[in-house]
């Protein structure tokens, strides 16, 4: 998928840049977009309808198991023992998945500009460095760990709202995958406007 | 009489606009084996889920060893679970857990036990319920209903409880595997004293297990008392219950005699 986005991403402004004789900033455009915005998003939304719908019909089946009534009559807290891990689990892989998309984005992205304007690979690998800097990378870490804590708590969220029958379990699930991803997009435009303003 | 363990007092519960009790009054004594009977929808789940905190009330209080069951919160909350177990009706098990550390839980979650101690505990819980070490290792999609509930019985006791919840707990079984359930559970009663609240639809299980049988019907605990006390009071609901065609089986000849009796 990532690596599909950064085919196509690459080979239209290629196409624009092109016109402009501009073919060889193809590095630095691609680079900044794939880190800094698409690379976090697109892992959120693909990690939220992947584990943040599985997360929620997790709990969702405990409630209808009565799981969750037994933890709370045996004195186990779901925040300690559901909430919890879950959260420190996605807030871990999350910013991994998202350095793996925006590997892969790139790496589309390289091929569409060699077949498109003939960059060779190893110049525009040497130029990305330069191009994209380590403040971009910072920010994709960034994004993913504050992506994965919100996809879990939205999943965690919904999924111990759901109500022991199956009708309300669909209904959680849909709610928690919209909610998640509606929700990463927002965060997505704050910290937009946060590091505008912070001017990086 | 000794001071009740667990009080009722004019218990209102209702969801939206359906009332499932009024002003209900129910007191639960140390060391009895108490049985809530009444029809489907007559609130007996819903009362136990009162009992353990689980749903709020619309209105009164149940207390729990003398405090309302809502005052217990934090730590305290978690020493009130210590001292009660309950087994839901479809068993409840941690379905990601093996059976081992579904029983093995209740005494993890009190920290700092030794793991060695907590492995006897569980093999000899295991072994109370006829189980051998070889079942420990099962998850719980791989067992009997009837297993199901031995372990969450099991479960229920790991922790050697005061008071203990049953809710339906011989439905699904067959015949025999109930019979058997409900033999264990007046063996562990007698050997360890503690006091039961169970749910029940099944008229052998409350014939061979109750000291104390309470009626819930018409939104309140209509009858209690001895099955016997509680079979004399005429009322449609209890007519049909316990002098129906079931109850004949289920109890056998005397009671037969009296509905003829009553008959002619």
Redesign the interface.
Known sequence: MGFLIGVVLSYLSAQQLALFGAGQFIVKLLGIATVRELGPVLAAILVAGRSGSSITAQIGVMRVTQELDAMQVMGISHGQRLILPRVIALAIAMPLLVLWTDALALLGGMIAAKLELGLSMQWFFSQLPDAVGITNYKITLIKGVTFGIWIALIACHFGLRIEPNTESLGRGTTASVVTAITGVILIDALYAILFNAMGI | MESPIIEVDNLTTAFGTHVVHQDLNLNIYPKEILALVGGSGSGKTTLL?QI???DRPRAGVVRVFGRPVHDYVGTE??????R?G?L???G????ALPVFDNIA??LR?VHNLPEDLIRDVVLMRLSWMGMSERDAALMPSDLSGGMIKRVALARALALDPELLFLDEPTAGLDPQRSDEFVELIRVLHRELGFTVVMVTHDLDTIAALSTRVAVLAEKKVLVEGTLEEVMKVKHPFLDAFFHGERAVRAFGVSNLKEQHHGKS
């Open positions: 889920r353990l905190g689980l909350r978690v020493a009130l679970t210590h009660w309950m839901f009706q479809a409840a098990l941690f379905s839980l209740p979650e």
